[in-house]
């Protein structure tokens, strides 16, 4: 009667505290320049060691230029950030993945695409968006700062055991209609806060039916539901994917795992805390048009007028974006276009994208940012000629690095831009100071960045 998630938690737990939280081994611990550096600096002050080197994976990516990452970094803080986490890794003797390096992306996509990330792990970083790698089928969870220096001393971390949720999407998804659309869908009826407290497994045809790259994409979005994380129990797709990755297990240990794997499933008379169930028939290309992800329409429906108790909220959303109840969104001027992100940044998501604009042009006025994930997705960008279609289309393929998601580095959309983003916040100066952020698929990027305007990418399919 277990689930999947109890199975692997279980199976990772040191001791139980009395009348408190759980004591968990962690199995791989990934670390950025942003969260990390006062988590080595209290080892520091303590006088320890990294306790377990081999599984800490460290790169910078929040502050790494998408341009000229062969030069020094010009924004004083990030260079000090970026060359931190380098002496820090040095110190501590965990691996290092340096900003320019064949190794360095975006910590989740670069986690998956090396086979560091494993299904029956326990996984975590200083990042909210650790919530990626379940789509392995592991237990990924973003921590704090202060925690992260826990599993570097010790390799487990104190933690209250979060409730299961269910969510199953039954029959297939429509044209056009993408694991971005689905996220988007499920914020929207969940709401932000709709899945706080819970660790919630997708499940069901559409789901089953995704590649592993969409699988990234819905469980890197589930913590903008409220979720602890989210996860879909491992499958042939998975182990495809996975085999031959560089730290994939190889030979005879690959089958052993393969067969355990296997086993990482739900049982059939499992009991979750929540079940919910939702029909793929329902989900056409998603828009966002408020200042959080789950503010989202359908791309050919209204603006709807919000509930009373919702009224305030929305109201100072929708001043902030320039919009109004009621209003269909369809045809606005778009300003800025973003392909990327720990979200959107694999190469599936550069081919859709690359599939959209071919043969077309990129609008007039337009400013596109496309930065993949990692120099891996790069790479294969170039091998499968992709940039040719892109250059011939007048977009450019940048360097890797989180770049438009957020405001920590070059990549800023000026005040009062409207952007269409394939990342995933489109909180108020998220992508700027005053930058409007309408969240998308890449196929709805693509269709916004050679029409120049929000466009159902059915249109252009």
């Known amino acids: ?159 209250q055991k979060p409730k299961s949720m269910r969510i199953t999407v039954n029959g297939q998804l429509g044209r056009g209609v993408t694991a971005k659309d689905v996220a988007l869908y499920l914020m929207a009826r969940l709401t932000t806060s709709g899945a706080t407290g819970y660790f919630v497994e997708y499940s069901g045809d559409a789901v089953r039916s995704l590649s592993m790259e969409g699988r990234l994409t819905l469980c890197n979005l589930s913590i903008e539901m409220g979720a602890r994380g989210g996860f879909i129990a491992p499958d042939d797709v998975t182990f495809d994917y996975l085999k ?63 509930p009373p108790s919702e009224g305030l909220g929305e109201a100072k959303a929708l001043s902030y974006m320039g919009f109004k109840a009621g209003q269909k969104l369809l045809g606005t001027k778009v300003d800025y276009v973003f392909l990327g992100a720990c979200t959107n940044g694999r190469i599936e998501d550069f081919r859709a994208f690359a599939a959209v604009v071919k043969g077309r042009k990129k609008a007039d006025g337009l400013v596109a940012w496309l930065v993949p994930g990692s120099w891996a997705v790069y790479r294969q960008i170039v091998d499968e000629g992709l940039d040719r279609v892109l250059a011939d289309a007048g977009f450019e393929i940048r360097q890797p690095g989180c770049s438009a998601c957020l405001a920590m580095n070059d990549d800023k959309v000026p005040a009062g831009k409207l952007s269409v983003s394939t990342s995933n916040r489109n909180f108020e100066g998220r992508q700027g100071p005053g930058a409007r952020t309408i969240l998308a698929s890449p196929l709805t990027a693509a269709a916004a960045a050679v029409t120049g305007v929000i466009t159902d990418p059915r249109e252009l399919l």
């Not at 790494?64 to 931190?84: A, C």
């Not at 990482?264 to 992800?293: H, M, Q």
């Open 244 to 306: 031959g990755r560089e730290y994939a297990p190889k030979g005879e240990a690959w089958d052993k795992a393969v067969a355990y794997w296997r086993t990482l499933r739900s049982d059939d008379d499992a009991v979750f805390d929540k079940e919910l169930t939702f029909d793929a028939a329902d989900i056409e290309p998603r828009i966002t048009y408020g200042t959080n992800p789950g503010m989202g329409i359908g791309i050919t429906e209204s603006i709807q007028t919000p």
């Open 1 to 159: 009667m277990n689930t999947l998630f109890d199975k692997i938690w279980d199976r990772h737990v040191v001791q139980q505290v009395e009348d408190g939280p759980t004591q968990l081994y962690i199995d791989r611990l990934y670390c950025h320049e942003v969260t990390s550096p006062q988590a080595f600096d209290g080892l520091r002050a303590r006088g320890l060691k990294c306790f377990r080197p081999e599984k800490v994976y460290c790169m910078p990516d929040h502050n790494t230029p998408t341009h000229d990452q062969d030069k020094p970094i010009t924004d004083p803080v990030s260079r000090t950030q970026v060359d931190t986490l380098a002496r820090n890794a040095a110190e501590f003797g965990v691996t290092h993945y340096a900003m320019g390096s064949r190794d360095n992306g975006i910590i989740h996509v670069v986690g998956p695409e090396k086979g560091l990330s494993l299904p029956g792990m326990t996984i975590v970083c200083g990042d909210s968006h650790t919530s990626t790698h379940g789509a392995m089928g592991a237990v990924a969870f973003g921590i704090g700062t202060s925690e992260v220096e826990m599993v570097l001393a010790s390799q487990c971390i104190l933690q």
